[in-house]
């Protein structure tokens, strides 16, 4: 007997369909993807109305992507995707640093800068001297590492967001430690800033009630050879957004101490030690 779709057996009916020779991990996605949402309009019972609501959300994400914009990875930052499949595939040993999110607005090939080396070029904001080592996991230092950092300027906003006001590479650099392990670099007390919300996904964010900032934070990619990347932030421990990052970046052992001083090379100072697992 034919079997057609009907609501009971919708599942059996679409899985059902995937050729016998169809790559043995693409089936199993398929497969669950389809499973979870078949149940997820079952249990939500979505009217008509609601999914062309929920098409049209997606069509004017897509419209929205360009190489400077990405609001599908906003969506995906935003709901803890992001942060779910990062957890997933970084779980490290106890001691070692932890990973969060990239954002948007990571750019590769930063300039390379010596140590001390200022990153703040259109003078805003506090300054402020990051500094710390780069080790194993029994403390040893790593010579060689590579420090690739970035933040948003004083007023909020990343230099490749800005490229008309603001100076290319402004607030990114990268350093590479030498036989001490240690870094230090001079940026600005970073500030708190809205994920762009003039889309889709700010619209989402509104329904829910839901503000668009993310707490103050350092961007860091530090790498070695035979240790695993790091792809990470420090926070700014008194920032009001801390327990309620839009895209849920914040962990506890990421949130640094900035203590004042008193003039001279800057007016904050920031330790930070990165602990790398073996490959
Ligand atoms: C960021 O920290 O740069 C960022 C992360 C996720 C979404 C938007 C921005
Ligand atoms: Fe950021």
């Given at each position: ?19 016998e ?11 669950s ?15 008509q ?30 709901l ?26 990571y ?26 080592t ?48 240690g870094y ?48 990470t932030?420090?926070?700014v ?19 640094a ?16 030690d ?5 490959m």
């Amino acid at each position: 007997m034919i079997k057609y779709f009907t609501e009971e057996a919708s599942v059996e009916a679409v899985n059902g369909r995937m050729a016998e020779d169809t790559d043995p991990r693409l089936r199993e996605v398929m497969a669950s993807l389809v499973k979870h949402i078949h149940a997820f309009i079952k249990e939500t019972r979505i009217s008509q109305q609601e999914w062309e609501t929920a098409v049209r959300f997606l069509t004017d994400t897509g419209r929205l992507c360009t190489p400077e914009r990405q609001e599908f990875i906003l969506l995906s930052d935003t709901l803890g995707v992001s942060m779910l499949v990062d957890a997933i595939n970084n779980r490290r040993q106890m001691g070692a640093t932890e990973n969060t999110v990239l954002g948007p607005f990571y750019v590769p090939g930063a300039p390379r800068r010596a140590m001390g080396d200022r990153i703040t070029l259109d003078g805003k904001g506090e300054s402020c001297v990051f500094e710390g080592t780069v080790v194993d996991l029994e403390g040893q230092a790593i010579e060689g590492a590579i420090i690739d950092v970035w933040s948003d300027n004083a007023e909020g906003f990343y230099d490749v967001q800005q490229p008309d006001i603001q100076p290319k590479w402004n607030n990114r650099g990268s350093f590479v430690t030498g036989a001490d392990g240690g870094y230090s670099f001079i940026g600005i007390k970073p500030v708190s800033y809205p994920i762009p919300d003039d889309g889709p996904v700010g619209q989402m964010l509104k329904h829910l009630g839901r503000h668009p900032f993310r707490p103050a934070h350092m961007h860091y990619i530090v790498s070695a050879n035979g240790f695993q990347k790091v792809v990470t932030h420090t926070f700014v421990g008194d920032d009001r957004y801390l327990s309620s990052d839009a895209v849920f970046g914040v962990k506890a052992t990421l949130v640094a101490p900035f203590e004042r001083l008193s003039g001279e090379e800057a007016e904050w100072r920031s330790r930070f030690d990165f602990v790398l697992s073996p490959m």
